[in-house]
């Protein structure tokens, strides 16, 4: 075919941007992956907007900014009248479905506000970030003394395992993310000395697995043209994988943590509560280090087996000939660099994703296997996916820019000089410790080629990295007197920013164009003296009328 007709939008949790082979992991072979990028556009500046699951899923799914769209924090539902990825494709003329996780909050105050029932069609998918569901599946179903973290998490999973075999109130805890003991005792995988233990469960029956095969179940059903979103919890967190995954990587598949001494000793305060955390103490020691990320790599090659097991099938369906298909991560995950763990700062390891686009259309073939280092946003997805269906791409609404041009070797760049990421932590514990209120426990990250400047409200002085002389991002130049003059270009970059007209999104920049002398014509001429000092057809109105007498 000359034109592709679909979108295999593929999406990883917690996958860092440099834990594949075709990104230079020495020991951890993706080559699945790397297959596809090969075929396509490999993106090595890719930034989310903000380093936490559901504001960088809210920012991709709308091609908004955290600061425009507001659910800046997990939990925080999306504005019921934001428009999303799926609203767009649809007035292209183009399905957009779900398959898997989006940890979206729906708006339940705003729908009932509106009178939107959610078991009505527009209901349903305003619930659900947009997308029309074939399985919802947002993984993660912890229990604690208060009850499940989530209580509509990983249902149909647990429903699915129960009918196979695995016993349990929570299946997915008891076998999918935990070990067994000779003695038949569950080894939960929440406690990170069983990191290395195989989970107990069949392979193909492990997350993973399952959620490929509800891929492929959508893709033999669907109808032309359609955007499907597969989105896998894994390698997320709980990190346990079954064999034989679980002891595929050793101490000797280790990269050492990029971190220093000095770096934790003369850290920036806000820095410094982030690598104190529980979980960054965790990550400072070298035993947990060595199972933790021995399972994440094993999580990751299952998940490249899995790319194989997909490509191959749509290779075997001929789906491959028509479908665009783009795979990327949600944030990484700092596996103890930089003296912390999870995903919430700004270096390199939690910010940057990978980022690979096959578009098999005759278009992209100039490009095939190339990398392109441009600053790219996660917000670029979904403007490129409705230029890709062929829709107009509402500029005013949509804040990324299409990424068409470079697969197709017409532009080597968006027009953009500086990326852009948000952390709001007002919620988390970090602010509290720190004395911080609601509005100050807030960062922003400005970032070229170059240069990465974090902003910290609160009277706080900023962060600032050197990317070419420092690409570790150890050495903080913020309180350098020789970097001021670099300081204030960044905080120019960040002012330029905030000035965008980010929530005027009911009228299009042409329907303001219009406006401009739409009102000419309709009988508003003020700083009119004399009729005569216009253009007569435009009070053609008020001239040559006649009344009857009604003043004294």
């Known amino acids: 075919m000359s034109r592709a007709r679909n979108i295999l939008f593929i999406m990883f949790d917690q996958l860092r941007w ?10 951890l072979h993706t080559p699945h992956i790397d297959a596809l990028a090969a075929r396509g556009v490999r993106f090595s500046r890719a930034y989310i907007q903000s380093p936490i699951c559901g504001s960088s899923r809210m920012s991709t799914y709308t091609g908004r900014y955290v600061h425009s769209h507001g659910a800046s924090w997990n939990g925080i539902p999306l504005k019921v009248g934001e428009m999303t990825m799926g609203d767009h494709l649809r007035a292209a003329g183009m399905e957009c479905w779900l398959v898997g996780k989006t940890h979206m909050r729906a708006d339940a105050e705003g729908m009932a506000r509106l009178g939107l029932e959610p078991d009505s069609l527009i209901g349903a998918r305003v619930a659900e970030c947009g997308f029309d569901v074939f399985e919802r599946d947002d993984g993660m179903r912890p229990e604690g003394p208060d009850g499940f973290y989530d209580p509509n998490r990983a249902l149909a999973y647990n429903d699915w ?20 003991d000779d003695a038949g005792n569950v080894l939960s995988g929440w406690f990170m000395q069983n990191a290395g233990e195989p989970a107990n469960i069949r392979e193909e ?5 399952y959620m490929t095969g509800r891929g492929i179940a959508f893709m033999e059903q669907a ?15 709980p990190y346990i994988v079954p064999a034989p995954y679980h002891d595929m990587y050793g101490p000797e598949h280790i990269l050492p943590p990029v971190r220093t001494g000095p770096e934790y000793q003369g850290a920036h305060p806000v820095l410094r509560a982030f690598m104190d955390t529980r979980i960054g103490r965790a990550f400072a020691r070298d035993e947990l280090r060595e199972k933790v990320i021995g399972a994440y790599m094993g999580l990751i090659k299952q998940a490249d087996d899995q790319m194989g097991r997909l490509f191959a099938w749509m290779e075997e369906t001929g789906r491959i000939k028509d479908t665009m298909i783009v795979l990327t991560s949600d944030h990484g995950d700092f596996l103890g660099d930089h003296w912390m763990g999870e995903k919430t700062f700004f270096q390199d390891a939690s910010v940057k994703v990978p980022l690979i686009i096959h578009d098999p259309s005759e278009a992209a073939d100039k490009t095939r296997g190339t990398v392109c280092d441009a600053l790219v946003e996660t917000i670029d997805l979904a403007p490129t996916f409705v230029d890709f269906a062929g829709g107009s791409v509402a500029g005013h609404i949509l804040e990324g820019h299409s990424l068409l041009p470079i697969l197709h070797g017409t532009a080597s760049a968006p027009p953009r000089t500086f990326a852009i990421s948000e ?7 970090i602010a509290e410790h720190l004395g911080l209120g609601v509005r100050d426990a807030v960062m922003f990250m400005v970032a070229t080629k170059k240069w990465k ?7 706080f002085r900023p962060i600032l990295f050197d990317l070419e002389n420092d690409p570790d ?9 020789a970097h001021a003059d670099v300081i204030g270009a960044l905080y120019q970059h960040l002012f330029d920013w905030a000035r965008r007209p980010s929530q005027r999104t009911t009228r299009s920049e042409a329907q303001l164009i219009k406006m401009r002398t739409q009102s000419r014509k309709r009988g508003v001429v003020l700083g009119v003296y004399d009729e005569n000092d216009v253009d007569l057809t435009l009070t053609v109105k008020y001239r040559g009328r006649k009344a009857d007498r009604h003043k004294p």
Request: hydrophobic share 25%; net charge negative; glycine share 10%.
């Open 453 to 459: 400047l974090i902003h910290c409200e609160g009277g």
């Open 473 to 481: 991002e150890v050495h903080d130049l913020g309180d350098s007197a």
């Open 223 to 237: 109808r032309a043209p359609w955007c499907c979103h597969l989105s896998y919890i894994k390698p997320h967190w």
């Open 205 to 209: 029956d492990s997350e993973t697995p």
């Open 161 to 180: 395992l129960r009918a196979k075999g695995y016993n349990s109130d929570n299946p997915w805890h008891d076998f999918a993310n935990s070990g067994l």
């Open 18 to 27: 440099d834990y594949l082979s075709c990104a230079g992991h020495p020991h």
């Open 423 to 429: 952390y709001d932590y007002s919620a988390s514990g």
